[in-house]
């Protein structure tokens, strides 16, 4: 929403679900993601546990990361190629891409794996796949329509524990971006052996810079029929 703060202090029970993935369906099972406003009573999730809706605004924000989020008490099993899906319960914005990374922790969830240092890698995202970005066009424009994005965990990932983080960007307002990302904790099972090389991965916050043509863009501005998503591509080793 374009003043979030705002609204969300007078609309709370509609924005309940803004920008928040409030599950993940993983396998056929679903499992609960954050809804917001009562961390002290929510039940334990897959995802971590934020403290506002408001977008976050600058890359290098250190809410960027899992919207200031802290480690969630459970995860979620995923077999290598299976497809996490992520739904949320209400969306926005149709503009702006939608990214979704991984990153492998070291060991165990928890302190240990807060997704610090350059270690993280796209598996999937979309911009813009029409001509025309004043339209719905969009990756997020589709989360609009369908309040859901399916991304495959890639089936050549090597097992371990990783991080999940959905990130919608909102573009709407001319060069000035707003950047909503929850991570969750997925168990990852296969025989795959596949890790991106470090071009391919990422600090987060500051994957990009602020001025990067995919954050601070116009897309209103004439003439603008492509769009590059900031952080790259999807490693093309993965399956
Ligand atoms: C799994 O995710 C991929 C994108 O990575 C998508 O193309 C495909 O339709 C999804 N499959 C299902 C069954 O949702
Ligand atoms: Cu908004």
Not at 15 to 30: D, Q
Not at 50 to 60: G, I, L
């Amino acid at each position: 929403m374009r003043f979030d703060a705002l609204a969300a202090v007078a609309l709370a029970p509609l924005v309940a679900g803004h920008g928040a993935v409030t599950s993940y369906i993983i396998g056929g099972t679903t499992y609960p993601g954050f809804t917001g406003f009562s961390p002290d009573s929510s039940p334990e999730t897959i995802q971590f546990q934020w403290p506002d809706y408001n977008p976050t605004m600058e890359v290098s924000d250190a809410k960027m990361r899992c919207n200031g989020g802290t480690s969630a008490d459970l995860s979620a099993p995923v077999e290598a190629g299976q497809n996490v899906t992520a739904v949320w319960s209400q969306w926005t914005h149709a503009q702006g891409p939608v990214m979704v990374w991984m990153y492998k922790c070291d060991g165990d969830f928890g302190s240990s794996c807060t997704g610090e240092g350059q270690g993280w890698f796209k598996i999937d995202q979309m911009g813009l796949f029409g001509s025309d970005p004043n339209s719905e066009d969009w990756g997020t424009g589709i989360v609009l329509k369908t309040l859901e994005w399916s991304s495959k965990v890639p089936s050549n990932l090597a097992p371990g524990n990783y991080l999940i983080r959905h990130e919608l960007l909102a573009l709407h307002q001319a060069n000035t971006p707003q950047f909503y990302a929850e991570c969750a904790q997925v168990v990852v099972s296969g025989s795959g052996t596949a890790a991106p090389p470090s071009d391919k991965l990422y600090s987060i916050p500051t994957y990009a810079p602020q001025d990067d043509p995919g954050i601070m863009v116009d897309i209103y501005q004439g003439g603008l029929t492509s769009y590059t998503c900031p952080g790259g591509d999807v490693w093309e080793g993965f399956e």
